[in-house]
């Protein structure tokens, strides 16, 4: 059974403040890693996805992965009330389906 | 890119009535997946494509349940029998295949079972 744990939260940050969201998963043989924000009532977005051990930033957001540890965080930096939303973790493997976190919720105060 | 599109956007049904939703993946991803999200809930999977062929389905899929892509381009997903349960937010994705294994969704199909 795979698994995909993340803190359902809410995580409260105030504007212009760092934002980590954490992940962590149980497939060893997990190999992609994505990060999708999804606003309420509206469809995933994705906005990050990261193959390789390490870093990847694209402007404000930076993922990282940790294989060994099976850890996978998003950070957003210099977060703004737009960014207020719930951050879905999902994982897979080659083109197979995708196994979602159940999200964490982000609240970003003015 | 005109992005994956559902059709319809919300669908209110009794119970027991059959529905049929219809997505239009991104043109030339010749990958496309159902998922169904719940409140609270990460999506979760239905079933999969790679052009025409399904390759894969949930074993939590009940068998009211069937979905078809008969020329490799839009897909149907279709609930016989519909149940209160069905009630969800229905998601396509779809994704280009050739190395880059990103999933797009659509907007989602809204089913209220009544």
């Known amino acids: 059974q795979k698994e995909v744990e993340q803190n359902s939260g809410p995580l409260s940050v105030p504007e212009g403040a760092i934002a980590s969201l954490n992940c962590t998963y149980s497939d060893r043989g997990s190999q992609s890693f994505f990060w999708y924000r999804q606003y309420s009532g509206k469809s995933p977005e994705l906005i990050m996805f990261?193959?390789?051990?390490g870093d990847k930033e694209d402007g404000r957001f930076t993922a990282q992965l940790n294989k060994a540890s099976q850890y996978v965080s998003l950070l957003i930096r210099d977060s703004q009330p737009s960014d207020s939303a719930t951050y879905l973790c999902a994982v897979n493997v080659g083109y197979s389906t995708l196994t979602f976190g159940k999200g964490t919720m982000l609240l970003v105060s003015p | 890119d005109t992005g994956v599109s559902q059709n319809p956007r919300h669908k209110i049904t009794k119970r027991g009535q059959n529905v049929t939703f219809r997505c239009d993946p991104i043109?030339?991803?010749?990958?496309l997946y159902w998922y169904r999200q719940t409140l609270g809930q990460g999506p979760e999977f239905l079933t999969y494509?790679?052009?025409?062929?399904?390759?894969?389905k949930s074993r939590l899929l009940s068998d009211r349940f069937s979905a078809e892509r008969p020329k490799g381009s839009f897909s149907t997903l279709e609930i016989q029998r519909t149940e209160q349960g069905d009630s969800a937010m229905y998601l396509c994705?779809?994704?280009?295949?050739?190395?880059?294994?990103?999933?797009?969704f659509g907007p989602g199909t809204r089913l209220t079972v009544t």
């Open positions: 994705a779809s994704s280009p295949g050739g190395g880059s294994y990103e999933q797009y």
């Open positions: 990261i193959y390789s051990n």
């Open positions: 494509f790679q052009n025409e062929a399904q390759l894969e």
């Open positions: 043109s030339e991803h010749n990958r």
